[in-house]
């Protein structure tokens, strides 16, 4: 439409007639309300997507951190492991 009138007071103002010309198009507080509606149910969809993802990389992440416990012990069984095999290849050597 080239010509759009938001019609928001009570009692309306714009006679819904206009809507017969061409290229005319009105809203009014029902319009308005309805879409306001849509955008709420839309935006409590996307939230309730949002909390599925954020319990998922809270669990993730929770893995994550727990994993980082066993860091330390890695690092002695490697330690541990290498001073076996400089000790060994020292007995194959000598």
């Given at each position: 439409?080239?010509?759009?009138?938001?019609?928001?007071?009570?009692?309306?103002?714009?006679?819904?007639?206009?809507?017969?010309?061409?290229?005319?198009?009105?809203?009014?507080?029902?319009?308005?309300?309805?879409?306001?509606?849509?955008?709420?149910?839309?935006?409590?969809?996307i939230?309730?997507?949002?909390?599925?993802l954020?319990?998922?990389?809270?669990?993730?992440?929770?893995?994550?951190?727990?994993?980082?416990?066993?860091?330390?012990?890695?690092?002695?069984?490697?330690?541990?492991?290498?001073?076996?095999r400089?000790?060994?290849?020292?007995?194959?050597?000598?």
């Amino acid at each position: 439409p080239d010509l759009m009138f938001f019609d928001i007071s009570v009692p309306r103002n714009v006679h819904p007639d206009v809507t017969e010309l061409e290229n005319v198009k009105l809203f009014n507080v029902d319009d308005l309300k309805a879409v306001v509606l849509y955008n709420q149910e839309s935006r409590k969809k996307i939230a309730k997507q949002v909390e599925i993802l954020l319990e998922q990389e809270l669990i993730a992440f929770e893995v994550w951190c727990r994993s980082l416990e066993a860091i330390p012990t890695i690092n002695k069984l490697r330690e541990k492991a290498e001073t076996i095999r400089v000790q060994e290849l020292q007995k194959a050597l000598s």
